[in-house]
């Protein structure tokens, strides 16, 4: 029976993330299960948002099937999640929302409707028309500027200012570890969310030139409320693990704030994503297939369909099953070359 994908879990009943180091990860069952030097976890990765592999971690190729099927995403990073090395893929299926997000990117006016409103969702009030992006990235600084003022003053944890460098992260003092180690949990989390939705992590508004500029648009939404609290309160508590701690910080954070319910719309509304969608195509099963749209001029039309097809309903053979697209292809297209030789999709040049 073809899987009804209305009955997968959704992004926002997820767990969030779960960063893990030196262990094995292995499938079990439909699930992972983590295993070190202390035994064996396991973790029902149906409902997982994203899985951060820290170093010394080994995963087994049915562990990563496992992952996909179950739309975890797999992120490879640094000790404490601090570094970004690659990823793998969501289950996003539609490309709806990547259109969009495209068409709002590439055109000026829209660019910058969703520049101030990502600005504006930060502050408690609509932000002035007549302010120029300049002034907008002025009062930032400043509800930034605040916002470690004030965490500060609430823990008594000294502040001066962010300052860290990646190949010398010893050097940085405690709250400065503590911010990254926090935001690289945030950041996979709203990478998670991006792709889930089937948005493009590459094309940011406010930030650009990265494959992550769009992340980074959607976490600093969150900062504030989220990574700068939980990264003092980590350093206010004392000890050694400053990175442990803040991860544990953000975890609870996360589930208390109800993060996950937030991003998805969050990012629709940032947008200006229209809430109605073209419903997908129940197959002859009456299952929901993923089989898409082909463009044209006048608005696009369905897939799977063979639309030079004669004596059969709807493009499909007695089976029920879709016809091949190559062979629709090659039935309905041929192009004379200058040399009079025939050409087509599948043909060598000159075949006959």
């Not at 976890?41 to 409902?47: D, F």
């Not at 629709?268 to 463009?295: H, I, M, N, Q, S």
């Amino acid at each position: 029976m073809p899987l009804d994908l209305h009955t997968l879990p959704k992004f926002r009943d997820g767990w969030g993330y779960l960063y893990v180091e030196h262990c094995r990860v292995e499938q079990e069952a439909r699930a992972i299960a983590i295993f070190d030097a202390e035994g064996k976890v396991p973790v029902p990765c149906a409902a997982l948002a994203v899985l951060m592999l820290g170093p010394g971690t080994n995963i087994t190729h049915a562990a990563v099937k496992a992952l996909a099927e179950n739309g975890c995403l797999v992120v490879w990073c640094g000790e404490g999640g601090v570094r970004f090395y690659g990823l793998g893929i969501g289950e996003t299926r539609r490309a709806d929302n990547t259109y969009h997000q495209a068409r709002m990117w590439a055109e000026p006016a829209k660019h910058m409707m969703v520049v101030r409103r990502m600005y504006e969702m930060r502050f408690p009030t609509k932000l002035p028309p007549g302010l120029t992006l300049k002034q907008i990235r002025g009062m930032e600084g400043v509800r930034v500027r605040e916002a470690y003022a004030r965490a500060s003053r609430e823990t008594g944890v000294t502040w001066a200012g962010r300052s860290y460098r990646r190949d010398k992260w010893e050097a940085a003092d405690p709250i400065n570890r503590a911010l990254s180690a926090a935001n690289a949990c945030l950041y996979g989390l709203c990478h998670a969310g991006v792709l889930s939705a089937g948005f493009s992590p590459a094309l940011g508004f406010i930030h650009t030139g990265l494959q992550t500029s769009f992340v980074f648009d959607v976490a600093d939404l969150y900062k504030a409320e989220t990574t700068v609290p939980a990264a003092f309160r980590a350093v206010a508590e004392g000890g050694n693990d400053v990175e442990r701690r803040v991860r544990l910080n953000c975890r609870d954070l996360f589930t208390e704030t109800r993060l996950l319910e937030r991003v998805i719309p969050d990012i629709e509304y940032a947008l200006f994503c229209e809430k109605k969608k073209r419903p997908p195509k129940p197959d002859a099963d009456g299952a929901v297939t993923p089989a898409g749209e082909l463009w044209d001029p006048g608005g696009e039309v369905d897939a799977g369909v063979n639309y030079a097809a004669e004596g059969k309903e709807d493009g499909r053979d007695n089976a029920g099953e879709s016809t091949d697209g190559l062979e629709r292809g090659v039935d309905t297209l041929a192009v004379g070359g200058e040399d009079g030789d025939v050409r087509g999709p599948g043909l060598g040049d000159g075949a006959g």
